[in-house]
C-alpha cells in the first residue's frame, strides 16, 4: 500500500518561499513509470494542480505557476519537494501530493494522496 506524508511549516510570510516535502512509504518515487504530482486548494475553491516530478527526475509545472514553482527530489529519503517562491496571501490552500499515474496533472488519473496541510501565507 502506497502512502504519501506532507510535511513542511503551516504558516508562511508574504515575499517567503513555500517548502513543503512529500514522504512516500509503501513504494519508490523511482519507479517506472509513475510520477508524482503537487496540487493544492484554496479556500472555497476547486483543486490546482502545480506541477509534477517524474520517476526519472525530469518535472513539468503548471504555466500559471511556472516561475515560482519548483519541485526536486531526494531518492535516498524517497521524498519529493515543492518549493513556491514569493507568496502571497492567495497562495494559503491546503496543499497536497498525490501520485500521478499519467505523469500529466490529471486529477482524476491520480491514485494514491497525502491527506494535505494547510498552508496559510500571511504577516
Known amino acids: 500500500q502506497v502512502q504519501l506524508q506532507e510535511s513542511g511549516p503551516g504558516l508562511v510570510k508574504p515575499s517567503q518561499t513555500l517548502s513543503l516535502s512529500c514522504t512516500v512509504t509503501?513504494?519508490?518515487?523511482?519507479?517506472?513509470?509513475?510520477?508524482w504530482s503537487w496540487i493544492r486548494q484554496p479556500p472555497g475553491k476547486g483543486l490546482e494542480w502545480m506541477g509534477v516530478?517524474?520517476?526519472?527526475?525530469?518535472?513539468y509545472y503548471s504555466p500559471s505557476l511556472k516561475s515560482r514553482t519548483s519541485i526536486s527530489r531526494d531518492t535516498s529519503k524517497n521524498q519529493f519537494s515543492l518549493q513556491l517562491s514569493s507568496v502571497i496571501p492567495e497562495d494559503t490552500a491546503v496543499y497536497y501530493c498525490?501520485?500521478?499515474?499519467?505523469?500529466?496533472?490529471?486529477?482524476?488519473?491520480?491514485?494514491?494522496w497525502g491527506q494535505g496541510t494547510q498552508v496559510t501565507v500571511s504577516s
Open positions: 498525490a501520485r500521478d499515474l499519467a505523469g500529466k496533472g490529471v486529477v482524476t488519473l491520480f491514485d494514491y
Open positions: 509503501g513504494g519508490s518515487i523511482t519507479t517506472k513509470y509513475y510520477a
Open positions: 516530478i517524474a520517476y526519472d527526475g525530469s518535472t
